[in-house]
């Protein structure tokens, strides 16, 4: 009976330490395993706004993607933070700055290739995950449909077809596995999602009305509107919609920024249900991650590297579960 019970603890234990969320902590440098920067310490004429490094991340199970966009480079980290896959994007010259990426692939472990989108020459490519060749392109900086001025996100839909969301074109840009463009939607810089049936997720924000919710099909038809609310917030963004309807949204908080950010998780009825604050990095695009039920934050100060660390924590929804101020 007593081996039974240390057997029994020990799995239970084991169990826990799975269900926990990872921790990544990186190291700032140009060498293997860590992550490149940009700031007065890294060059000495720098004269940059503010200071810069990784621009973007994903995690996937107890796996981290890591943007490395000075350097021009997509890693792949183990959950020990051994560097499992390097993909560098070819046809780079002179300045780069990688802005956002996106997996595609039947297997979300084990991906294809990598959408990666380069901020100096407007270019997404498409790379192959095995080799590090150039499947295919899109964009070029014009202001015409099909082309790209500034990308703000990508994503991949379960049929390959790539999501390029504009911010400079106000657009959200449609184009098959292969590159070719079938459509755009307008698009006011509020994020979006696209669930497993193919089904694109939109924010529209109207004066005095707030924000609706709008679903597309993948022939681009209007199917579902649905009004959040909303009015006081600004610069909400839609990050994912689960599977019941409730949507996760980022948003400044109605007093305004403060160094704070809020994420609020609402049901399809427009009420609250989850809530949390969080601080979020500068000069980052894609500074929050949804994986599951896991919540990662990425916590940044480019200004002080290489002297701290480029770190990707867990978060936990607020202790009370339900709030009275309906999103409304």
């Known amino acids: 009976m007593k081996s039974f ?16 969320a990872q921790t990544w902590n990186l190291n700032y440098g140009n060498e293997e395993g860590k992550v490149a920067f940009y700031n007065s ?15 973007a991340f994903r995690v996937i199970d107890d796996k981290l993607w890591v943007l490395d966009s000075i350097v021009g480079k997509l ?5 020990n933070g051994k560097v499992l896959k390097s993909i560098i994007v070819p046809n780079l010259e002179g300045f780069k700055l990688l802005e956002d990426f996106a997996l595609s692939g039947d297997d979300k472990n084990n991906p294809e290739a990598v959408w990666i989108a380069n901020a100096a020459d407007c270019i997404v490519r498409k ?3 095995s080799d590090g ?14 082309k790209i001025l500034q990308v703000s996100q990508l994503e ?46 939109l924010l529209h924000y109207l004066d005095n009305t707030g924000y609706f919710h709008r679903i597309y099909s993948t022939k681009g038809q209007l199917i579902k509107n649905v009004h959040l609310g ?17 949507v996760i949204l980022s948003m400044i908080p109605k007093e305004g920024f403060k160094g704070v950010m809020l994420l609020y998780k609402i049901d399809k009825m427009g009420i609250i249900r989850e809530k949390l604050e969080y601080v979020p990095p500068s000069t980052m695009n894609r500074d929050i991650c949804l994986d599951g039920d896991n ?7 480019f200004e002080t590297a290489p002297n701290t660390k480029f770190v990707i924590k867990p978060l936990k929804w607020d202790k009370k579960s339900s709030f009275n101020d309906g999103a409304k």
Not at 162 to 190: H, K
């Open 41 to 55: 310490k890294s060059d000495p004429n720098f004269a940059e706004d503010s200071p810069y490094g990784p621009m």
């Open 5 to 20: 019970s240390l057997l029994y603890v020990a799995a239970f234990l084991g169990l826990a330490s799975l269900c926990q």
């Open 295 to 301: 919540i990662f934050l990425a916590e940044a100060n």
């Open 127 to 129: 790379i192959s995950i």
């Open 75 to 79: 890693v792949c980290f183990d959950k």
């Open 230 to 246: 909303l009015v006081n917030n600004t610069n909400v963004k839609l990050l994912k919609v689960e599977e019941d309807g409730s």
């Open 156 to 201: 991949v839909d379960a049929g390959g077809r790539l999501y390029i969301a504009d911010i400079a074109r106000n657009t959200l840009s449609v184009f098959t596995s292969t590159g070719s463009f079938l459509r755009e939607y307008p698009w006011q810089s509020s994020g979006f999602f696209v669930d497993k049936n193919a089904n694109l997720h």
């Open 133 to 146: 060749k150039v499947l295919a392109e899109v964009g070029g900086n014009e202001n015409v449909s099909g």
